[in-house]
Nanobody, 127 residues
Framework: QVQLVESGGGSVQTGGSLSLSCVAS????????MGWFRQAPGKEREFVAT????????YYTDSVKGRFTISRDNAKNCVYLHMTGLKPEDTAVYYC????????????????????WGHGTQVTVSS
């Protein structure tokens, strides 16, 4: 069982920045791809970004490309999401997720493929 705990959410104005962190309890001997998802009120959970265990492969949803950066520190069992140029439409609860992968360079970008989820952290962007 893998436990994920997110932190770093908050309220910012349009154009501001926030950095989210997620600490995971998985064994460092296993390969886990990590992802960030978000869910706004009344909407379905959507993919934001993913990163491979190796850290050298990432993938983003189009709406955040150039503004968000996903990274990880396997020595600390942490994954990060650095968000810049925030817009009101980025307002949502952000969730960290993990999935075991055989290949260290693998990643996933659909929610159904992820095995473990955090409880989420709220990000609010005001205009």
């Amino acid at each position: 069982q893998v436990q994920l705990v997110e932190s770093g959410g908050g309220s910012v104005q349009t154009g501001g920045s926030l950095s989210l962190s997620c600490v995971a309890s998985y064994s460092t001997s296993s390969h886990y791809a990590m992802g960030w998802f978000r869910q706004a009120p009344g909407k379905e959970r959507e993919f934001v970004a993913t990163i491979s265990w190796s850290g050298d492969r990432t993938y983003y949803t189009d709406s955040v490309k150039g503004r968000f950066t996903i990274s990880r520190d396997n020595a600390k069992n942490c994954v990060y999401l650095h968000m810049t140029g925030l817009k009101p439409e980025d307002t949502a609860v952000y969730y960290c997720a993990a999935v075991y992968t055989l290949w260290s360079g693998g990643y996933r970008y659909t929610a159904a493929e992820y095995e473990y989820w955090g409880h989420g952290t709220q990000v609010t962007v005001s205009s």
